[in-house]
């Protein structure tokens, strides 16, 4: 725990640098029926010992997903995370540093974040990419403004098939700017009705966003759609799992404008849900267009390498009505992760990890086809997650494996009733083991994990 030094003559100093005589004094503006009137109704004081000793007793009781057989998925996965990312963010260098406002003074800063740019450009195969966006669902919020401005129109096509957390976000944003969200509905395979899509690009639309794969882990025909969108006049948003990139095609290769993520997979902890981290790639005509910042490398008078930011069009920085976004929070710390994991794994790494993902995810779909009472409805176009029906006992089952310490996937029913109720999204990432995935089968088989 956190030792606070001040004595009673510090506290008495600064109280009469701000000009009162007592606490009760300080306090006396905020109304009295807030103010609590004696003494709070408190245990007894503990010794730091007992106390120390009571929290660990308290924490013991907690059960951390990492600790589970985790099969959650949906944007925020459990995957294993190299030492080399603690041991460079654990860096005072890094860890105390913040915006890097002085470049001559901020290099080792803005390298980081430099490199971290190229990966993300390299690994969505996009002209560019930026920094310090807060996290996937406001990063795909930004592009949807960004797209909105690019385009003047104030009306956007997403998935049916997307998490309703990065939904809410998207209405929350568009609800200031007036922007029209409609829903493109899923066919039988999971996937964007390609047909509806085509009828509701009918009318001016400003961009249609892709996510690939989609919130049921389906794998889209991005060539097709891409070409049905720009044909329309309209942007690509591709909203992307940085780790699906090492196997499946990059958004730079079906030509989408604007590519968008959520980059927790890449080196950080689920921290129950945050801090997070957002990504942004896009082409190079649009890079003035872009929030958060960009790092670029120049050189100096004496011709020697240097890092600077550029391009910062934001509103502390020129005319508030001229600002791309309000983002101003370096989300530094977090970019330095991505790019300490995905230097560290290198692209044999990063593939392999993507690799078993896969065919992890693809044992345990086989093994649940043979199971009666299990349902797969979308077939085996997925990367690392898909949908599965119990009808009739998903309570049932996921309590059981709840007891058997496995979280057995999100549950659909109530915000995708077009799934027929009793299906949940079940993901396999790369520490998930045979036995896990044996006693995962066991557990919905009815057989208690034996």
Same mark, same amino acid.
């Not at 995957?79 to 002085?102: C, D, G, H, M, N």
């Not at 944003?173 to 066919?187: F, K, L, M, Q």
């Not at 009318?203 to 690939?212: F, G, H, M, R, S």
């Not at 509103?315 to 560290?344: D, F, M, P």
């Given at each position: 725990?956190?030792?606070?030094?001040?004595?009673?003559?510090?506290?008495?100093? @600064? =109280?009469? *640098?701000?000009?009162?005589?007592?606490? %009760?004094?300080? #306090?006396? !503006?905020? &109304?009295?029926?807030? +103010? /609590?009137?004696?003494?709070?109704?408190?245990?007894?004081?503990?010794?730091?010992?007992?106390?120390?000793?009571?929290?660990?007793?308290?924490?013991?009781?907690?059960?951390?997903?990492?600790?589970?057989?985790?099969?959650?998925?949906?944007?925020?996965?459990?995957?294993?995370?190299?030492?080399?990312?603690?041991?460079?963010?654990?860096?005072?260098?890094?860890?105390?540093?913040?915006?890097?406002?002085?470049?001559?003074?901020?290099?080792?800063?803005?390298?980081?974040?430099?490199?971290?740019?190229?990966?993300?450009?390299?690994?969505?195969?996009?002209?560019?990419?930026?920094?310090?966006?807060?996290?996937?669902?406001?990063?795909?919020?930004?592009? @949807? =403004?960004? *797209?909105?401005?690019?385009?003047?129109? %104030?009306?956007? #096509?997403? !998935?049916? &098939?997307?998490?309703? +957390? /990065?939904?809410?976000?998207?209405?929350?944003?568009?609800?200031?700017?007036?922007?029209?969200?409609?829903?493109?509905?899923?066919?039988?395979?999971?996937?964007?009705?390609?047909?509806?899509?085509?009828?509701?690009?009918?009318?001016?639309?400003?961009?249609?966003?892709?996510?690939?794969?989609?919130?049921?882990?389906?794998?889209?025909?991005?060539?097709?759609?891409?070409?049905?969108?720009?044909?329309?006049?309209?942007?690509?948003?591709?909203?992307?799992?940085?780790?699906?990139?090492?196997?499946?095609?990059?958004?730079?290769?079906?030509?989408?404008?604007?590519?968008?993520?959520?980059?927790?997979?890449?080196?950080?902890?689920?921290?129950?849900?945050?801090?997070?981290?957002?990504?942004?790639?896009?082409?190079?005509?649009?890079?003035?267009?872009?929030?958060?910042?960009?790092?670029?490398?120049?050189?100096?008078?004496?011709?020697?390498?240097?890092?600077?930011?550029?391009?910062?069009?934001?509103?502390?920085?020129?005319?508030?009505?001229?600002?791309?976004?309000?983002?101003?929070?370096?989300?530094?710390?977090?970019?330095?992760?991505?790019?300490?994991?995905?230097?560290?794994?290198?692209?044999?790494?990063?593939?392999?990890?993507?690799?078993?993902?896969?065919?992890?995810?693809?044992?345990?779909?086989?093994?649940?086809?043979?199971?009666?009472?299990?349902?797969?409805?979308?077939?085996?176009?997925?990367?690392?997650?898909?949908?599965?029906?119990?009808?009739?006992?998903?309570?049932?089952?996921?309590?059981?494996?709840?007891?058997?310490?496995?979280?057995?996937?999100?549950?659909?029913?109530?915000?995708?009733?077009?799934?027929?109720?009793?299906?949940?999204?079940?993901?396999?990432?790369?520490?998930?083991?045979?036995?896990?995935?044996?006693?995962?089968?066991?557990?919905?088989?009815?057989?208690?994990?034996?």
């Amino acid at each position: 725990m956190s030792y606070i030094q001040n004595t009673d003559r510090d506290r008495q100093e @600064m =109280l009469d *640098a701000i000009g009162v005589s007592s606490i %009760d004094e300080l #306090l006396a !503006p905020v &109304a009295p029926e807030l +103010r /609590v009137d004696g003494s709070l109704d408190l245990p007894s004081g503990m010794s730091e010992a007992e106390i120390s000793s009571h929290f660990r007793t308290m924490a013991a009781r907690n059960n951390p997903a990492s600790a589970e057989a985790s099969f959650l998925g949906g944007g925020i996965y459990d995957r294993f995370i190299p030492a080399t990312v603690r041991y460079v963010l654990s860096r005072s260098e890094f860890y105390t540093s913040y915006t890097p406002y002085q470049a001559e003074v901020s290099q080792g800063t803005l390298q980081s974040i430099y490199e971290y740019q190229t990966m993300i450009a390299r690994l969505t195969a996009m002209d560019a990419a930026n920094a310090s966006m807060y996290d996937g669902a406001t990063s795909l919020a930004e592009a @949807m =403004l960004m *797209a909105c401005t690019i385009k003047r129109v %104030d009306r956007i #096509l997403v !998935p049916g &098939a997307m998490s309703g +957390r /990065v939904r809410r976000v998207l209405e929350s944003y568009a609800s200031g700017h007036s922007i029209s969200i409609e829903n493109i509905p899923w066919n039988s395979e999971g996937m964007l009705d390609l047909e509806k899509m085509s009828e509701m690009l009918a009318e001016k639309t400003a961009a249609v966003i892709l996510a690939q794969p989609n919130y049921f882990g389906m794998i889209e025909d991005a060539e097709k759609i891409s070409a049905m969108v720009h044909e329309k006049g309209a942007l690509l948003v591709a909203l992307v799992d940085p780790v699906s990139l090492a196997l499946i095609t990059p958004p730079g290769e079906y030509d989408a404008d604007i590519v968008v993520g959520e980059g927790q997979s890449l080196g950080i902890a689920q921290n129950f849900g945050g801090p997070l981290l957002g990504f942004m790639a896009t082409k190079k005509k649009y890079i003035r267009k872009c929030p958060g910042r960009l790092i670029s490398a120049t050189k100096d008078i004496d011709g020697k390498r240097g890092y600077v930011m550029t391009l910062q069009t934001r509103e502390q920085h020129i005319r508030r009505e001229k600002a791309t976004s309000n983002i101003c929070t370096n989300e530094g710390l977090c970019a330095l992760s991505a790019a300490v994991y995905l230097s560290t794994l290198g692209e044999e790494g990063f593939r392999g990890v993507a690799e078993q993902s896969a065919a992890g995810s693809h044992t345990l779909y086989n093994m649940l086809r043979e199971i009666d009472g299990v349902e797969l409805p979308f077939g085996e176009n997925f990367f690392q997650e898909f949908v599965v029906r119990v009808p009739g006992r998903l309570k049932e089952f996921m309590k059981a494996a709840r007891e058997q310490g496995i979280l057995a996937g999100i549950d659909l029913s109530e915000n995708y009733p077009g799934l027929g109720g009793d299906a949940i999204l079940v993901a396999v990432t790369e520490r998930r083991t045979r036995a896990e995935l044996e006693k995962y089968c066991s557990v919905v088989a009815g057989k208690g994990g034996k």
